[in-house]
T-cell receptor, first 114, second 112 residues
Framework: DGGITQSPKYLFRKEGQNVTLSCEQNLNHDAMYWYRQDPGQGLRLIYYSQIVNDFQKGDIAEGYSVSREKKESFPLTVTSAQKNPTAFYLC?????????????FGPGTRLTVL | KNQVEQSPQSLIILEGKNCTLQCNYTVSPFSNLRWYKQDTGRGPVSLTIMTFSENTKSNGRYTATLDADTKQSSLHITASQLSDSASYICVVIFFGNEKLTFGTGTRLTIIP
């Protein structure tokens, strides 16, 4: 998993609750990303950050929020506004722009809404 | 719209046999094309990265090929092993937006 850790591995949430997924990397990468993976679909980008204290929305940012206060950390909060949050969430990092630098993925967090 | 389609959706083969997975992409040009292996419940791991100027790249028993004329890439697995059971994802990075466009993957199962 290339020096990227995600926690927890499994997470259960009641409807109406906010939950935060952790992502930490020790690769000294500037860029970090959050993806969502659903059965039968390709990975979809939620948020990305190219540098500390800066982040941009991806294709499906509604109902999610992030912060990037430290280079090593990029936590994702799934808010109650996300109507269908049950999915497998993957964090990734790269040295620079993902178009020109390899992305390394974490082991993922499976979120289930009860 | 840039799209990446993979086939077959799933594949079952006997241990020791070879197999080929397909990735078709629409719209070009692109800057590079990647193949990832994803074990169940794990994150994807990079197998190969090819630029638009390359037409083949190997990583052990995995060989990726690229035909820019037909807009198709193939991942060939030689002498399959039980540990090859996984999903294989094709990713294309298109010029212009440098976004990663992920295919839906092929689920490969190797049986003894």
């Amino acid at each position: 998993d290339g020096g990227i850790t995600q926690s927890p591995k499994y997470l259960f949430r009641k409807e109406g609750q906010n939950v935060t997924l952790s992502c930490e990397q020790n690769l000294n990468h500037d860029a970090m990303y959050w993806y969502r993976q659903d059965p039968g679909q390709g990975l979809r980008l939620i948020y990305y950050s190219q540098i500390v204290n800066d982040f941009q929305k991806g294709d499906i940012a509604e109902g999610y929020s992030v912060s990037r206060e430290k280079k090593e950390s990029f936590p994702l909060t799934v808010t109650s506004a996300q109507k269908n949050p049950t999915a497998f969430y993957l964090c990734a990092s790269s040295r620079g722009h993902p178009g020109y630098n390899e992305q390394f993925f974490g082991p993922g967090t499976r979120l289930t809404v009860l | 719209k840039n799209q990446v389609e993979q086939s077959p959706q799933s594949l079952i083969i006997l241990e020791g046999k070879n197999c080929t997975l397909q990735c078709n992409y629409t719209v070009s040009p692109f800057s590079n094309l990647r193949w990832y292996k994803q074990d169940t419940g794990r994150g994807p791991v990079s197998l190969t990265i090819m630029t638009f100027s390359e037409n083949t790249k190997s990583n052990g028993r995995y060989t990726a090929t690229l035909d820019a004329d037909t807009k198709q890439s193939s991942l060939h697995i030689t002498a399959s092993q039980l540990s090859d059971s996984a999903s294989y994802i094709c990713v294309v990075i298109f010029f212009g937006n440098e976004k990663l466009t992920f295919g839906t993957g092929t689920r490969l199962t190797i049986i003894p």
